[in-house]
């Protein structure tokens, strides 16, 4: 799921949520002493499931209004074909890249669909504040 969780690995798609990206991003800095470890606890530890797994399933937990919540979803994202039919997600991603399992990191695309669902829909997941993502996402005040 993640091979080390580091603001670079953020890579935006069509959806207008940077605000959320920033704070993911503000988040997933580590000390300057730990930096190169990329362990980006204040990030992983949000990730109650922190294993890819043949269900597809993950909980992820927010700090919605100060109150815990676990947020569980899958692991199908939306995608579309670009001009060339090749195909492309919709929303966030990790920079390319493969995992030793094979497998691609998918720690952006995980969380990013998790806050979707909090606010109701992808849709309805654009357009705020950093504050609003930073307080929600681990409890951070305003």
């Keep these: ?75 199908w994202f939306p995608f579309y074909k670009n001009k060339d039919g090749v195909e492309k997600f919709c929303f966030a991603r990790n920079k390319a890249g493969e995992l030793n399992d094979g497998e691609g990191e998918m720690w952006v695309q995980l969380i990013e669909k998790a806050w979707a669902k909090v606010c109701g829909s992808y849709e309805a997941a654009e357009m705020g504040t950093a504050s609003e993502a930073l307080n929600n996402i681990d409890g951070t005040p305003c």
């Design 1 to 75: 799921m993640f091979d080390g969780i580091d603001p670079t690995d953020i890579v935006q798609g069509k959806m207008a949520d940077c605000y959320f990206l920033a704070a993911l991003a503000g988040l997933a800095e580590d000390a300057p002493e730990k930096a190169h470890l990329q362990l980006g606890e204040r990030v992983r530890d949000n990730y109650l499931v922190q294993t890819t797994n043949k269900a597809g399933c993950y909980a992820i937990r927010f700090n919605v209004d100060g109150e815990p919540l676990t947020v569980v979803i899958d692991d």
